[in-house]
């Protein structure tokens, strides 16, 4: 089983032209208890190298409710609603239209007969991704067919219930629709989010799903041992984030990794059918980092609050220090007020107000390490130099380069090694060290040029000759370096 999965990846890959060889390939599929396939490593892998380059199967939206709405094919935003003039019901720009490729799922979309075709119908948008399932050839299927899946659980399908009413001839028991379904359990199991290069299209923040059939044998983990990046062909370049013994198992992240316990529980739970049970889930500290912490309400106590037994839902919280306990129910209702009213101010309230909120309220309820807290120091590092109508203060850039400092030290106490928002932080640390020499007007001495470098070469590194590279990298690195 292992072996003819094995060879149908291989194939895969060299049909995209980026298999490095049986002599380089550094992994391998095993089967083991617990987790089904896995890949594991096939030598020892050093951190930052390079493990292997997937390309997707299946590209396209995710089943989001996107802000704007762009051509399915090029994936520009459109100023303006240009539904396809051949009636398909679909986004599509003027020079997509056009192509072969967009011929293709036009004729098979309107062969069902679409009623209403002059209405844009987002729930066609987002079942387009597993529509484009039934394009494949014959090889491609075979490969889909072997990936894990999920069937039958009722979040998995939801995308193909939605369109049946959309069209005249596609009645549930039909073939095609019981093949949509298959095709939208393999993407909801296996599925990666893919973001679009920058470059072409500022402030897009748009992102879609894609079906990489290799990376996707990697299961999951906490503390994953991998990180990866895209680049502008939308491959997906997987990278070890720190030494990966040979016979070692190689994992990804399938929550993000600066949640909480319970919240990449309920997040795998709900949306991927399983739990995990892996180090970082039993340890209730999560290796003293207290990112699910929130500071005891006890009037004479410092310490932090965690639930007693993390993989309970239910679970009593404990003070570390002075014992009180809290029962799930009101630990549950601080953190739900707490998170709502951070998303809230995220979503409408200027970065500077927020920072303020932070310093001078959210401090005294929540712990430095806590993940919202994590959440609203990272939105404000992105966001709040790019404000309009604000100038930022020495204070501010000072803000700014702890925060940075905070996160690190929590990635490192969990024990991450090398990761994406590692690169990230990086280089955010090296342009506010800049910016901050700049206006205290001191001159930059030998030692902090070198700093600078290191910085920014840790994020060459990372993220570099990626989609997330940041536009200046090279221009500081020519500068600095
Ligand atoms: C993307 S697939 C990974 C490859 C899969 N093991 C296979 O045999 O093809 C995801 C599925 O693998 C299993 N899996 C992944 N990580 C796991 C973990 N930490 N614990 C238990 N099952 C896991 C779950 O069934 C999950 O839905």
Redesign the pocket.
Known sequence: MCEDFKRALVDHIKNGNIYPGDDKCAWDIEELP?????LIAKRDIEANEEIFRDHPLIVGPRVNNYIKIFCISCYKVLNKLTLCSQKCKFPVCSECEKTEAHRVECELIRSWKLKNENKYSKHLFRALTVIRGLLLTKEESKLINM??C?ENSSVQNMEVEKILDEFDELTADSEIVQKLKKISSILN??AFEVGLPHDSQPDHGISLRGLFPLG??????CIPNTYYVYNDHKIMIVKSSKLIKKGEQIFNSYTKLLWGTLQRRVHLGYS???L???ERCLDRTEFNSNISGIKCIHPQCDSIMLPINPLVVTSPWKCEKCNFKLDHARASKITDILSKQIFNRISTEPMTKINHYLKNKLANFLPDGNQFTIELKLQIILKMKQESDYIMTIEDYQDIEKYCQDILNIIDKLTMGECFVKGILYHEIAITKIRLSELQGQEMNDEMRENLACLLKKTQVIVGNSISEPKDLKDLLKIYS
């Open positions: 617990v987790y089904g396939r896995c990936m894990a999920h199991t296996n996707a044998v990697m299961n999951q983990n991927k059918n399983f995990c049970n892996c």
